[in-house]
């Protein structure tokens, strides 16, 4: 397949503190790496269709959803997109917290688990995708930009950043839950976003999910703020408990 250009939705999830945390566990690099791997694999459980995996890398999953032709598909696209938003971060922290709660090893690995959070980045643009050997790569400089945002100025160790073309595509208001941001980057210049800091706790609340501010279509919304704020709330209960006789929860 010769190498094509497509509009695309581009989004990382990345786990942050995972250099401190392998550089503290040097000694049990193994057994670090699998519980990062855990956690890794409860966000790719949450990848559906629009969104493709693109690639793991390292710490992060790297994902991408390519624009259909059909206004109506895309809609729909959107909409499925933005829900996955926040599906991530719950399914990292339910696995978080089932690691955390449910292991009875003391090793420095899982005794510093919690200090590991996850950072959303989305950005929209096109991307050329091409084939090489069995696996299909995209470039461009919207995959340099959402890479690079992923240094950033946000005073926080989990987050939702959608840059200003993410938050046009989706179709997502300013104002409620997001603040708005910059960040410059060499070559690529000065980059608008909207940051929405500790989404987990917002989500716990009940508070900010349900607003026209977070989502397309209220209705659809009021129901998926509903399920993950019962999810969030479930976690801070279990974690008050502790129960390690719970099955895993994905």
Not at 1 to 26: C, H, Q, W
Not at 64 to 90: D, G, H, M, T
Not at 168 to 184: A, N, V, Y
Request: proline content about 4%; glycine content about 8%.
């Amino acid at each position: 397949m010769p190498p094509v250009e497509k509009k695309v939705i581009l989004v990382i999830a990345d786990i942050s503190g995972y250099t401190r945390f392998m550089t503290k566990n040097r000694m049990e690099l193994i057994h670090s790496q699998h519980l990062i791997g855990e956690l890794l694999k409860a966000i790719i459980r949450e990848v559906d269709i629009p969104l493709q995996v693109a690639e793991i890398e390292g710490d992060a999953v790297f994902m991408y959803a390519l624009r259909p032709n059909s206004q109506a598909k895309w809609q729909k696209a959107k909409e499925q997109i933005s829900n996955k938003l926040v599906s991530f971060i719950l399914a990292f922290s339910r696995k978080l917290d089932y690691l955390t709660g449910s292991n009875t090893c003391h090793c420095g690995a899982c005794g510093s688990l919690e200090q590991l959070k996850l950072k959303v980045v989305v950005h929209a643009g096109e991307a050329v995708l091409d084939k090489i050997a069995n696996f299909t790569t995209l470039h461009g400089l919207d995959t340099i930009l959402v890479h690079s945002l992923l240094k950033n100025s946000v005073d926080a160790a989990q987050y939702i950043m959608l840059t200003k073309a993410a938050q046009q595509e989706l179709g997502f208001q300013t104002g409620g839950p997001f603040g708005e941001g910059s960040e410059e980057y060499p070559d690529l210049g000065k980059v608008e976003t909207l940051v929405w800091t500790d989404p987990l706790e917002g989500i716990a609340s009940g508070e900010k999910i349900t607003k026209p501010a977070y989502g397309i279509l209220d209705k659809t919304k009021r129901k998926i703020g509903l399920m993950a704020a019962t999810m969030a709330l479930g976690l801070k209960l279990k974690k008050t408990g502790r129960f390690r006789n719970l099955p895993p929860g994905d």
